[in-house]
Structures are given as structure tokens and as C-alpha cells.
């Protein structure tokens, strides 16, 4: 599968209900081999249910300036999630079906986890 | 086979708290392929993914990995839309990126790939026929 | 002289924001038509050029990546493809103007007309892009281009009432002829004059030609800090020269025997000499530079191997479409049309261009991953905030005045 088949595509929840649009796809690096790179693993998707794309690094804690820049595009994509890639349960050509309800994390490094008791995570 | 199941890692974990994270739009498409002579490749114009397939479910056995970095004629369907077919992806094999940073390095020299078939093209049937165009300028 | 050498790329550089062949024939007109009124514009431009060249470069020296592949890694392919189509435009038009320019000054300096010339200049703008080593180019075409500093004596040596060049200066709406909003369309044209992308695109490009790195970061500063006033100061040179001999006999700037006038008036023949040789450099010097940053922008963009510091073999599609760009650019020429008038348009391209050019730029200056300490500090950023709203009025004002006043007439 490309990259490309999953960006900018739309992602349904496990009761039917829209969370957004897949605008980058999170991985992760494996240990380092001696003289190349470690595998990079999927583990998670970068859902706005703006499908607004950001390509600039401020909406998730990495950026910090200008000021006046950072904050008006945090603002933008305040809404945008991780979504973990255990959830998902299959991948179509026009949409990605999770299998469980999806946590709220939010994308911003800065922002923290809500509380599970305010709805946000299901019990483990 | 594994089916979907709540996330196994703390939530926090996701958020890339230690920068171990490599975001792909952000950090590796379109950026500058560089061989082992610091000599540009090309641009990062896709990344195939092995372990997950459209329309089939997913297997949670193993998380998917990065097989390759497709360039070339890759950008077009990211421009303008549609698919390319899987006979024409130019290929980089995961197993040749040297280290990820600003930059992609691949450990190879750019004339030992597929990838640059078409600089190599110019180069031969039309540089190279003009004076001067293999010596260094003066 | 060896310092005057480690500054030739930023002089080179500002030569072809602020003194081309369109510059030229702008300043001239804007100076017999509104007397010094403009002169605050040029100055606005010259801070906002320093700014973000001095960013471009540190991000070129720092993280060794130039300006049009940060713009493509922070636009995407799409809004980058934009951008390119957008720049090559310009950098099309611009190149096209040069070598009419170049043309021009063989036709001054010759007394025989300028179409013979450009096979000529094609020509020889191709074999220094093709053989020559980037420092001989920028040191040669740099200093030759310096040789307009005789505008700046001629207007000492026409001793003009420094009262009234400072009044139209500072009160702008003293000596308006014409159209407020012709005012406003040429003051949006000089800005976006002074700002041209291609600026940033040749300098940071440069700046990894030279293999600067992180230690040169003062030589990249004194590039920028002495290149681009002096290329700021020839500008408004020539605006007042023809401010002081062409306004008050309402002469009409229609070649460049016209804008050359007051420099004759003042030194006679041997001041023309080094007037004709400087816009000879200045136009030739400006011609590499928008060729290079053709080549630049599309190799960039496609992530192709590109650098005069390469053999051109090793950098074979950069070369071939700097080949291309030349012989489209002479095919225009050929066609007969002005090649000055056809850089006016260029301006609606600028519209595009300035804010998807800039405002990566910024971006990028801040990123950790590219700069590591280097990062932009609190007045670089303020500044550059204030110009980046700016540039945005300036892109939107910029199609509207263009049709509303004809491009200013």
C-alpha cells in the first residue's frame, strides 16, 4: 500500500460516526541498525476533521516561532487527533473503519490526555 | 491474525514525547534524497507500505513497516490525483537510507540506481555531446 | 580588495533586484515623474530584502538546504507547483528583459542596433553559466557592476537644490503628475521590485555554492548588510538624477540614451563611459542571475543535482534547462516585442509568488531541525512578521492597480 492511499482519506469510527480526514501518518524508528536506518513502524494516524493539511510543525509542539504564527495555526488545527493504529480494523479505498472507539489524544505534544472520566478514553 | 483492539501503550505515547517519531508528510515527503557523495537523488514522492493492503482487514500481528521510497513519476497522482499502477513505481529499498534527518542520505551512488535513469539519459545524449560539458569550470 | 571579493554575491545579487534593466528604466521613470515621492519605498524594500535574504542564507549556510527546496518541503507538491509556475514566469520575463538589456547597452555603447546583439549575449550569458567558476562570475560582474556608483557622483556634480530633493522625499504629495493610483502602482512595482523572489532563490543557492556553513554566518551577514543598501542607494541614485534633470523639462524615460542624460550632463563623456560599462555589468550580471535561478527553482523543486560547482555532467538536467530558458528567452526576443514592457507584466506573477516564497522562509528560519540554535531570535522574527503582512498587501493591491491604471500610465 502507498502512503498516498491513506493520506486524505476519511476516518469512520466503530459506531458510524466521521472523525475527519488522515492528514500524515505517524511512525516510529526502531533501533538503529549499524550502518542504515531501523525499520520505521505505524503507530498512528493524524486525523483533522478540517482536513486541513499543515506541513509547518507548530500544531504539534515542534515549532515554537514566531509567535504570532504558531498560535493563529495551533488555533487552526486545535481539533486535530491521534489516532493509535490498533484501532484499525480495515483500510478502503474510501475510507478507514476503526474497530474500537478511538481515544481523544490530541496532536499537540503541549496539550495533555483528557481525563477518561469527561468521555474521553474507554476503559482498557 | 490479530483484529483491532484498544491501544496498548499509554495514551501519552503517541504524542512522541522522546522524538523518536517520524510524522510522513511532515518529515519525509518531499524532502532531498542524498547519495553516499552528497550528490542529490531525487525527492521523497511516496513510501510504500508493507503489512496492510486496501480492502482487506488488518492483521495487528505486527505493526506496518516502510518497504521502499518511491520517486520519479510518484509526484504526479499527488498533484493532480488518481493512482499510478505498481509496474511503474521507481523503487528505493528501506534498506538504503543510510540516516533520515533534513535531508534522506541513501548509502549507494545515484548512478548505481533505477531511480536515476533519466539524469543519466541527459546526461549521455546531450551534456556530455557539448564541449566543455565533462570538465569542471575554470 | 579581497574584502570587497567576499561581498561580491550579495553586491550581484542586489544588482538584479535593484538595478536590471528594469530597475533602471523604472527609477528613471518614477524620478521624472515624481521627483524623489518614491524614494521611502525603495527603503522599505531594502530593509524587508535584508531581512529575509539574511534569513535564506543562514537557513542555506546552517542546514545547507536552499530556499526553493524549503518552499517545496513546507507547500506540498501542489501550492509548491504554484509557486514554481509562478517564479519560472518571472524569472522567464526577467531573463528575457536582461538579455534585451544587454542588447540595449552594446547598442549605447556601439552606436549599431540592438538586434545583432542578442545572439551575442545569449551567448555569452550561456558560456559563463556553462564554463566559468561561480566566484570569477560573481567577483567580475559584482564590481563591474559597481561602476554605477557614477550615477551617485553625477549627482553631486550637477550640485541640485538638496531642498527639494528632500521635500519630494518627504512630502511625497508635492509632486504628483498623474493619477493618485498611479503613485500606488508604482510604488507597489518598486516594492515588489526590491523583493523579488529571485533574490533569495540566487542568494541562498549561493550561499551553498560558496560552501558556506555555519562559521560563515558573519561573511553571509556582511553579504547581505552591505550588498543590498548599495544596491538600495544606485536605485534612489538614479531616481534622483532624474529627478533633478529630467523633471523639469518633463522629458518622457523612453530609452536608455534618456537615462543615461543627466549622467552625461554632469561628467561628459568620460562619466557616460562608466555609466554605459556599469548598466552593461548590471544587466549582464542580472542575466546570470535569473538564469541561474531558473536553473535553480526547477532543480530544487524536482530534487534534481544542480550547482555551477559541479561539471555540468553532473548536473545534467540543471544545465539543459538553463539551455532551454535561454533559447526561449531569445525566441521571445526575436518576436520584437519591448522586452521591458513584457517584465511589467511579471509583477502579476510576483502577486504569487512573494507570499508562497516568504513565508516558508520564515518558517523554516525557525525550525530547530533545520537551524538547531540558529534559530530566529525575537527582532528577526517581529520584523519579519511585519514585512510578511506586507508583502501580503502588496500581493493582493498588485493585480488591481495593474489594470486599473494600465500599468501606470
Wanted: glycine content about 10%; some cysteine; aromatic content about 8%.
Amino acid at each position: 500500500m502507498l502512503l498516498s492511499e491513506l493520506l486524505d482519506t476519511a476516518v469512520i469510527d466503530v459506531d458510524g460516526e466521521r472523525l475527519g480526514t488522515i492528514v500524515d501518518v505517524r511512525f516510529r524508528r526502531g533501533p538503529r541498525h549499524r550502518d542504515h536506518e531501523g525499520d520505521l513502524e505505524l503507530i498512528a494516524l493524524i486525523v483533522s476533521p478540517h482536513s486541513r493539511q499543515s506541513m509547518y510543525g507548530y500544531e504539534r509542539g515542534r515549532v515554537n516561532g514566531p509567535a504570532v504564527v504558531a498560535r493563529v495555526i495551533e488555533w487552526l488545527h486545535r481539533r486535530s487527533r491521534l489516532i493509535p493504529w490498533e484501532c484499525v480494523q480495515r483500510v478502503d479505498d474510501d475510507a478507514v473503519v476503526l474497530g474500537v472507539r478511538a481515544p481523544q489524544i490530541p496532536l499537540n505534544v503541549r496539550r495533555g490526555i483528557p481525563d477518561p472520566a469527561h468521555g474521553g478514553t474507554p476503559a482498557a | 491474525m490479530r483484529r483491532a483492539r484498544t491501544p496498548q501503550h499509554p495514551l501519552g505515547w503517541y504524542q512522541d514525547p522522546d522524538g523518536r517519531g517520524v510524522d510522513a508528510r511532515l518529515h519525509l515527503l518531499d524532502r532531498q534524497m542524498l547519495d553516499r557523495a552528497d550528490v542529490p537523488i531525487s525527492t521523497v514522492d511516496d513510501i510504500e507500505i508493507d503489512g496492510v493492503e486496501v480492502g482487506e482487514a488488518v492483521d495487528h500481528e505486527r505493526p506496518p513497516v516502510v518497504a521502499a521510497i518511491l520517486v520519479g513519476a510518484a509526484v504526479l497522482p499527488r498533484v493532480f490525483g488518481g493512482s499510478m499502477p505498481r509496474s511503474r513505481w521507481d523503487r528505493i529499498e528501506w534498506r538504503h537510507v543510510r540516516r533520515l534527518g533534513t535531508v534522506v542520505r541513501i548509502d549507494a551512488a545515484a548512478d548505481d540506481l533505477d531511480a536515476t535513469w533519466l539524469e543519466r539519459w541527459i546526461r549521455d545524449r546531450v551534456i556530455a555531446r557539448i564541449p566543455g560539458g565533462r570538465h569542471a569550470p575554470e | 580588495m579581497k574584502k570587497l571579493f567576499a561581498v561580491a554575491l550579495g553586491i550581484l545579487t542586489a544588482i538584479g533586484g535593484f538595478v536590471d534593466i528594469g530597475d533602471l528604466v523604472t527609477n528613471a521613470v518614477v524620478g521624472s515623474r515624481f521627483g524623489m515621492g518614491l524614494a521611502w519605498v525603495v527603503l522599505i524594500g531594502i530593509v524587508g530584502i535584508c531581512v529575509y535574504a539574511d534569513m535564506s542564507g543562514r537557513v542555506a549556510a546552517v542546514s545547507g538546504r536552499a530556499t526553493f527546496e524549503v518552499i517545496r518541503e513546507r507547500l506540498g507538491p501542489r501550492a509548491g507547483l504554484a509557486n514554481l509556475t509562478a517564479s519560472f514566469l518571472i524569472n522567464l520575463l526577467t531573463l528575457t528583459a536582461e538579455i534585451g538589456g544587454i542588447a540595449l547597452a552594446l547598442q549605447l555603447a556601439a552606436g549599431v542596433g540592438p538586434g545583432m546583439w542578442i545572439p551575442v549575449a545569449l551567448f555569452a550569458v550561456w558560456i559563463v553559466v556553462w564554463r566559468t567558476k561561480f566566484s570569477i562570475m560573481e567577483n567580475v560582474a559584482g564590481l563591474l557592476g559597481l561602476c554605477l556608483i557614477v550615477f551617485v557622483v553625477a549627482l553631486f556634480l550637477l550640485n541640485p537644490d538638496w531642498g527639494t530633493l528632500a521635500t519630494q522625499a518627504v512630502q511625497p504629495w508635492t509632486e504628483t503628475s498623474g493619477h493618485p493610483l498611479s503613485y500606488w502602482y508604482f510604488a507597489v512595482a518598486l516594492f515588489g521590485a526590491a523583493m523579488t523572489p529571485y533574490e533569495v532563490f540566487f542568494f541562498s543557492s549561493g550561499a551553498v555554492e560558496e560552501g558556506w556553513t555555519a562559521k560563515d554566518l558573519s561573511t553571509e551577514r556582511a553579504n547581505v548588510f552591505i550588498g543590498f543598501p548599495l544596491g538600495g542607494i544606485l536605485s534612489i541614485a538614479i531616481a534622483a538624477c532624474a529627478s533633478v534633470v529630467l523633471l523639469p523639462k518633463a522629458i518622457e524615460v523612453t530609452s536608455l540614451s534618456q537615462i543615461v542624460l543627466p549622467v552625461a550632463e554632469a561628467g561628459g563623456q568620460l562619466a557616460l563611459a562608466f555609466a554605459i560599462v556599469g548598466i552593461l555589468a548590471a544587466t549582464f550580471g542580472a542575466a546570470l542571475e535569473t538564469t541561474l535561478s531558473s536553473g535553480y527553482t526547477l532543480a530544487q523543486f524536482f530534487g534534481w543535482s544542480w550547482g555551477k560547482f559541479r561539471r555540468p555532467a553532473q548536473a545534467a538536467r540543471f544545465h539543459l534547462s538553463m539551455i532551454i530558458c535561454l533559447l526561449i528567452g531569445g525566441g521571445i526576443l526575436a518576436t520584437g516585442v519591448d522586452p521591458v514592457a513584457v517584465t511589467e507584466i511579471s509583477v502579476v506573477f510576483s502577486a504569487v509568488a512573494l507570499p508562497l516564497t516568504y513565508f516558508p522562509i520564515l518558517v523554516v528560519a525557525n525550525d530547530p531541525e533545520y537551524m538547531g540554535d540558529a534559530v530566529n531570535g525575537r527582532l528577526r522574527n517581529g520584523l519579519a512578521v511585519v514585512f510578511l503582512a506586507v508583502i501580503l498587501v502588496a500581493a493582493v493591491a498588485a493585480i488591481p492597480l495593474l489594470i486599473i491604471t494600465g500599468m501606470g500610465s
